[in-house]
């Protein structure tokens, strides 16, 4: 299954969007843009005397005939468990096309719950120069090493880095970086003495590692427990981690709800606590309504933008977007602005996507390093009553 999305006419262009060297992220409003099935019967080529001979290109994806544009594929789940997440991130995606004023690409859709293969090698064939997507790291490790042969980079929607290189870049938002910047405002505010409790999955691995080599360099000590995310372990870790002492920040890389369910029982050994989170409270639009939350820090990309996308999705889509719809609209961004200097049929330009300077999007400043992952300025948020509130603005581009 594929879905095209097309661009035509630009309607009151009022600016050109995201490279963060002294330019800001602005808006186009195109008139004409839309989301449509296309089948796979092509027109019928023109007589022979009326066909126009192509100019010569150098290598690169295999576009039909008279193509004007350059094609883009957007690989994520369509149909399936992940459907309503795969269908945020491709709406956000054409919201994306439509804001940008992206005339010279062709972006279509493949459905990766059909088989990500089979998606990957039908948007080779059928001339794709760039891979957004697709959502699931076993996915990208399927697809990567086809891509790689054609030369097309993957900017992947996953927050796994072990799949980064090779050709694959990671866009999501992965915990180490969240636990690095949330470390490191706790310990500016006198934090020095932080325990932690981890799921015992490749998530909570993940988080440990980061959290050790966050505490280690910026002088801290630690202690952690694991779990196996059941109400019953996370009580006993919660217990265990108590019988080593008092802490003054302890956290908890697990979803606000099920971090909430610790919460009470660490209160016992360290009633002024700290409670840390992990970027998966990003998600949790409800996070202030879990009482013995409120006070904690996590760290993520600020919503702010995030609310104006959400704005502009229900007005049309008429429907609430999942957070990871900034992936699809911000990595959009970024191939509009790379693709001003995309030759016609020529191969994607992978090396600017390597800028220092990095790029802005919804989810603010990001740029990629030389091992494909996606560094990020995140912003530091507390939990209150009515949400979470700003208590460290993230830094506006990379020299801050």
Sequence with gaps: MRVEVMAFEALRPQ????RLAGLALLSVSISGCQLVPRGRDRAPP?????????????????????????????LVPLTG?????????????????????????????????????????????????????????????????????????????SNDISIAGGGVHVMGLNPGQSIDRVIAFAR??????????????VYGERAGRALAEAVRRSGGTLSVQTYDRTAATLAAAAGRLNSQGTFEAVLIADSARNAAQAVPVLRRASPQARILGTELWTNETNVGAQAVLRGAWFAGPSNANFDALRTRYRARFNANPSRLASLGYDSVLLAVRIGENWRLGRYFPIRSLRDEDGFAGVDGAFRFGRDGIAERALEVMEVTASGARTVSPAPRDFRD
């Design 188 to 201: 500016s505010r006198g934090v020095q003495r932080f325990g932690a409790l981890l799921p015992n999955n």
């Design 81 to 157: 468990t992940n459907a309503a997440v795969g269908q945020s991130i491709l709406n956000a995606a054409n919201l994306a096309l439509t804001d940008s004023g992206g005339q010279r690409f062709r972006i279509t859709a493949y459905d990766t719950a059909r088989g990500p293969l089979a998606a990957a090698n039908q948007a080779l064939a059928e001339g794709n120069g760039l891979f957004l997507g697709p959502l699931l790291a076993d996915d990208a490790r399927a697809i990567a090493p086809i891509a790689q042969r054609a030369n097309v980079p993957v900017i992947a929607f």
């Design 46 to 74: 023109p007589p022979e005397e009326q066909v126009r001979p192509e100019p010569e290109r150098e290598e690169g994806p295999n576009l039909p005939p008279g193509e004007t544009r350059n094609r883009i594929a957007v």
């Design 15 to 18: 600016a050109a969007i995201l």
